[in-house]
């Protein structure tokens, strides 16, 4: 991926830690979530129930649907366990100057597990 694939998205300071962030980016719900100095992405619904993840809960490196709780991997997007089967697309994030830049293009399975690390998008779907 090149620097021209990734939208600016937020300041980091913008993320709380361990809280889930809905953004509707270019008309794609995302869900970022900050761990610390990482940042992940995912899309932002349930693949069981086709519900926001962004107001489930964050725990560890997972984020659990509030419908039926189901949890995906953070990572990967890989639930681990039903009734969720199928994983959420997850997407690449880089941090650039304290800065939030994602990819819309999903991550493949071979690079899923890589952390999220972001044109120009605040959480809230504004244009800066």
């Known amino acids: ?15 709380p830690d361990s809280e889930p962030v809905a953004a509707d980016i270019h008309g794609t719900s ?6 610390s100095d ?13 519900v926001a993840l962004s107001e489930g809960d964050v725990d560890d490196c997972s984020i659990e649907c509030w ?6 991997d953070l990572r990967t997007g890989k639930p ?5 089967t199928t994983p ?3 997407y690449p ?5 304290g800065d939030v830049y994602l990819s819309l293009k999903p991550k493949t399975t071979e690079t899923a597990a890589e952390p999220v690390t972001g044109s120009h998008a605040t959480p809230e779907g504004n244009q800066q």
């Not at 021209?4 to 300071?13: I, P, S, T, W």
């Not at 990482?38 to 069981?48: F, P, R």
């Not at 994030?93 to 100057?97: A, D, H, K, M």
């Open 1 to 15: 991926m090149t620097d021209d694939d990734y939208l600016r998205v937020c300041a980091l300071d913008e993320l």
């Open 30 to 35: 995302i869900v970022l979530v900050r761990k």
């Open 38 to 50: 990482e940042v992940y992405a995912l899309y932002d619904e349930c693949s069981h129930a086709a």
């Open 67 to 72: 419908l039926h709780g189901s949890t995906f």
């Open 80 to 84: 681990s366990g039903p009734p969720a």
């Open 88 to 90: 959420v697309p997850t």
């Open 93 to 97: 994030v880089e941090l650039r100057g």
